[in-house]
């Protein structure tokens, strides 16, 4: 904990968290950890995930006092995803601009679907996006060209299979 004063670290963020939940004892050892950080570091703490984050931090009623469950909207197709799609486009290997907007945009929010615990299609989220136009860029890169067409971001979301 001392490196967090040294570094001036101000706040704490655990993305992907359910990734540490697993099941069993390794979820409990992971939510003892994080009671432990939360209480010697005196840093917010803030903790991102799925689904599961959600129920199992909802289980244990010391957590529902340390943090405020809030769920993030999914992306909307309008100028918000065209601006983040944009910043993603920027920073990959290929030399010509892929023109990631209009028709393009919409096809990648489209092909970026998942399937919910309702077995309802829906679009929106990020990482599926932001997997999709990175696949489609090595796609495009792999058949010597240095733009993404629609037809790499369609193999890319036939690679992905999003809770399908």
Known sequence: MNALSTCKVEILMFDEFHNLLGG?????????????????????????????????LKYDPQFTTRFDLVRLPLWQYDKDLAAMIYGV??????KEDSQLYGDKLRLIF?????????????????????????????TALTSDREMIEGEDLRKAAEEHAWGE
Request: aromatic share 2%; no cysteine; glycine share 6%.
């Open 24 to 56: 069993g004892k390794k979820a409990f050892e992971s939510l003892r950890r994080l009671k432990n950080i939360t209480n010697e570091s005196g840093r917010p703490v803030v903790v991102a995930g799925t689904e599961m984050t959600r129920n199992v």
């Open 110 to 138: 489209d092909l970026s679907k998942f399937v919910d615990s309702d077995r309802r299609k829906r679009p929106g989220i990020l990482d599926n996006m932001i997997r999709l136009v990175k696949t489609a860029a090595e």
């Open 89 to 94: 486009q920027s920073k990959l290997s290929l």
